[in-house]
């Protein structure tokens, strides 16, 4: 048997790392705007998003029909351009730009949340979420009004959280 080849229009320079598609558009735009001179770069999304149009395949469409889109006839050239500066760079892949308190996240994966429910004893409850829970030494049991739950997702419902845990 012999191993099936896979023959596809492809530039040579564009990675196998990711799966192309048009929800890099934001990432690809940004990238754009900051390193390759497509100043209004940003502006163009809604017109791309409308043809789905993605850096995955910018680079078949004639420059007279972006231009027909409303795209400067520089900017086409720019944005044509910087794909395979932008789909070679380090942070092509980065799907995060910045955590829940407005850093730079630069790859890091941000601190996981974990959704609670206290279902109090006497009915009502309130939901939220928070940081994965830790063992902590629980001392004595605490006469508590509410049973503490939390969602796994792995079962798909909500358990108790263990005891000695908070």
Not at 82 to 94: F, G, H, K, T
Request: include cysteine; proline fraction near 9%; glycine fraction near 8%.
């Amino acid at each position: 048997p012999q191993t099936p080849t896979r023959h596809d229009d492809a530039p040579s320079w564009l990675s196998p790392k990711l799966i192309h598609s048009p929800s890099h558009l934001t990432h690809y735009l940004e990238y754009a705007a900051a390193h390759c001179g497509v100043h209004h770069a940003l502006t163009y999304k809604t017109c791309l998003e409308i043809e789905g149009i993605g850096p995955n395949v910018l680079l078949k469409f004639e420059n007279r029909f972006l231009c027909d889109l409303g795209i400067s006839a520089g900017d086409v050239v720019r944005l044509k351009k910087a794909i395979p500066m932008w789909w070679n760079a380090p942070d092509a892949n980065d799907t995060v730009t910045s955590d829940t308190d407005g850093r730079q996240a630069s790859g890091e994966q941000p601190a996981k949340r974990v959704a609670y429910q206290k279902c109090f004893h006497g009915g009502g409850g309130a939901q939220f979420t928070g940081p994965p829970m830790r063992a902590e030494d629980p001392g004595s049991p605490l006469d508590q009004d509410y049973d503490l739950l939390y969602f796994c997702d792995a079962q798909n419902q909500w358990l108790p959280v263990p005891y000695g845990f908070i």
